[in-house]
């Protein structure tokens, strides 16, 4: 009787099995490391926002309260699947006049203060403060709420960052009405000095000329903006902000 063939064909057969464990184990791998990626990513939102692991941190003139609505804003807006693990969340304070800084930068992995500056408001929004605010285009107001960034691109206002209004019935028709961050001259510490006051938009969100690139390149791609202001009912009126997030 020849042993070898029944010893052949185990041999074959185990062989075999291996091959397609591993082949099996090869095609789970992508999905498993996509799992284990989605729950580092998860882990990592959860600490982004977390309130209380930026204490500490140096916020700058950025007062408690609106950083914490910013905040708020931005842990729903990843819930609601409107934008996934933004890194930098930018905040604007327009109950603040213009002659005062009232742009902040937040990087939301480290959790440090980038930037703290001057922004314009639009004409239509006020003198020195803004009081008016709108989603309408040719208002030349300035809108509120929770936007994501874009790409940036060269306009007619040069070096330029497209946004995207999340906020429905607030600033969804930003596209429509171009409003975008850009660099102005009208923005500057001397402006102030000679007027009292920061220039005016036609609505966009508008920042020093000679730190423009630098910011639009930092928060450009999926980052957030909170536009906010204390007196407009935003709390209510924003989507993100409201007890049903994003609904």
């Not at 930098?88 to 480290?110: A, G, H, M």
């Given at each position: ?21 591993v082949?099996l184990?090869?095609?789970g791998?992508?999905?498993?490391h996509?799992i ?7 882990v ?7 309130r ?12 408690s ?10 842990s729903c ?11 930098t ?10 002659n ?8 939301l ?5 980038l930037y703290?500056?001057?922004?314009a ?19 030349h ?6 936007f ?5 691109y ?7 960052l ?6 429905e ?10 409003i ?9 510490e ?9 220039g005016?938009s036609?609505g ?19 980052g957030?903006?909170?536009a ?18 994003g609904a």
């Amino acid at each position: 009787m020849n042993h070898r063939l029944p010893l052949v064909r185990l041999f074959s057969f185990f062989a075999g099995a291996l091959l397609v464990s591993v082949a099996l184990a090869a095609e789970g791998a992508p999905a498993d490391h996509a799992i284990a990626n989605a729950g580092h990513a998860d882990v990592n939102n959860s600490v982004a926002f977390a309130r209380e692991h930026f204490e500490g941190a140096s916020l700058g003139s950025l007062e408690s309260e609106v950083f914490d609505l910013a905040l708020n804003a931005a842990s729903c807006a990843v819930r609601a699947g409107k934008i996934s693990n933004p890194k930098t969340l930018t905040v604007i304070d327009y109950s603040r006049p213009s002659n005062q800084q009232r742009l902040w930068v937040i990087d939301l992995t480290t959790r440090e203060l980038l930037y703290e500056e001057l922004v314009a408001h639009g004409q239509g929004s006020g003198g020195a403060t803004a009081t008016m605010f709108s989603n309408q285009p040719d208002s030349h107001r300035t809108s509120l709420g929770l936007f994501k960034t874009d790409n940036t691109y060269i306009g007619r206002n040069g070096y330029s960052l497209r946004l995207d209004g999340l906020d429905e019935g607030l600033n969804d028709r930003a596209r429509e009405r171009a409003i975008v961050m850009h660099g102005a001259p009208y923005v500057s510490e001397a402006f102030v000095r000679a007027n009292g006051r920061l220039g005016r938009s036609h609505g966009c969100p508008a920042i020093r000329s000679d730190i423009a690139r630098e910011v639009l390149d930092k928060v450009k791609g999926g980052g957030l903006v909170f536009a906010y202001h204390r007196d407009a009912g935003l709390t209510k009126k924003s989507k993100f902000l409201s007890s049903g997030c994003g609904a």
